[in-house]
């Protein structure tokens, strides 16, 4: 159980790594193909979402921001500190 919650946690660093800014939507449509989802092919709860955002911060020190003026979109605050496959 642990390992699938710290995959569901890179899977989002990953994705947000390649492709820099999302909505919650296109987030959640990326999950629901992912094959990690909760259930086949469940929704990403947005109160989940919000979790796995506050773990990954206090995990991997990395934030997930949001862009309000951008169109609600999140992004990696500060990429650079990511190596490449560091994870």
Do not use: Q
Request: net charge positive; hydrophobic share 35%.
């Amino acid at each position: 159980m642990a390992s699938n919650i710290l995959a569901r946690y890179v899977w989002l660093i990953d994705v947000l790594r390649r492709h820099k800014r999302l909505t919650f939507e296109e987030i959640n449509s990326l999950w629901v193909k992912s094959g990690l989802s909760y259930g086949e092919g469940d929704n990403l709860p947005l109160r989940t979402f919000h979790n796995h955002r506050k773990a990954i911060k206090d995990i991997f020190n990395v934030y997930i921001e949001c862009d309000t003026k951008g169109g609600y979109k999140y992004y990696i605050d500060e990429p650079e500190r990511l190596k490449e496959d560091s994870l």
